[in-house]
């Protein structure tokens, strides 16, 4: 938007003020870098080339001041130098707002399992407070991580862990939030109630079992069993330690049995 004017105001000022060796026509140069930082490569170069034509066109327009014999080889060259000009910045800024969705991708994602990290935990546990619309918060881990760990070896481990992060993403859906908040702690944030969230993390927990992944889950809804993401949060792990000691006493008793 800004660009358009200054085209035509360039042109304007090349026509009426230009005078032989003041060289106006190089303000052409802002227009053709708005466009290129704001787009790409090719709509650089095209911006480029929009800027030549005029020059040119203004050059017929005032023979008198610019004369005509420039439509030489030195327009050639003005053409390839607006045109080199935007294709290069349009590159570089593609390419840099290329890289800072990456890096904004990469300082939201665990960098082992792919799912959310720590960060868009916060960010959306605080977000869907301040909507103030119900949702439920659970919290889960690995049950033995670190046995796993000791007998297997961590390769062993980091698959474990990729292997709970799908079967939570899968079984959640795409409208809920799955991050990697801790070692072996995951923790899902979905708009489900409590009761249909239970039968989720039950057949999570099944089809885990089966690989001989077990998991404890710890669960609190909003508004009920709090307001705030500390409140929540808290809640939710009191639980899940809860939920590991009863998981861990029951395999106990079934040992000794």
């Known amino acids: 938007m800004l660009a358009a004017p200054l085209y035509a105001g360039v042109f304007t000022v090349l026509v009426l003020v230009e005078s032989p060796g003041l060289g106006i026509g190089h303000f052409f140069y802002l227009p053709i870098c708005l466009v290129a930082l704001t787009t790409d490569e090719v709509r650089g170069a095209a911006a480029g080339i929009v800027a030549a034509v005029l020059y040119t066109t203004a050059i017929f327009i005032t023979p008198h001041v610019l004369s005509a014999s420039a439509v030489t080889m030195t327009t050639v060259i ?4 607006f045109a080199g000009v935007g294709a290069l910045v349009g590159w570089y800024a593609s390419r840099n707002r290329s890289l800072v969705r990456e890096l904004r991708l990469h300082a939201r994602q665990d960098y082992l399992t792919g799912i959310g ?9 605080a977000r869907r407070c301040g909507d103030a619309q119900p949702f439920t918060l659970v919290l889960t881990d690995l049950d033995d991580f670190g046995h796993v760990n000791e007998v297997h070896g961590h390769e062993a481990g980091n698959i474990a862990l990729c292997r709970v992060a799908d079967a939570l993403r899968e079984s959640a859906g795409p409208a809920a939030a799955v991050a990697r908040i801790g070692g072996d702690e995951f923790a899902l944030l979905t708009y489900r109630p409590a009761e249909q969230t239970s039968q989720l993390c039950a057949r999570v927990a099944r089809t885990l079992a089966g690989e001989n992944l077990h998991l404890s889950f710890g669960t609190t809804s ?7 993401p500390v409140e929540l949060f808290r809640k939710a792990h009191d639980r899940l330690f809860a939920s590991k000691l009863l998981n861990r006493n029951r395999r106990t008793v079934v040992a000794i049995r």
Do not use: K, M
Request: charged fraction near 35%; proline fraction near 5%.
């Open 222 to 228: 909003y508004p009920d069993d709090g307001t705030t």
């Open 117 to 125: 990290n720590v960060r868009l935990f916060d960010e959306e546990l």
């Open 78 to 81: 003005r053409l390839l130098t």
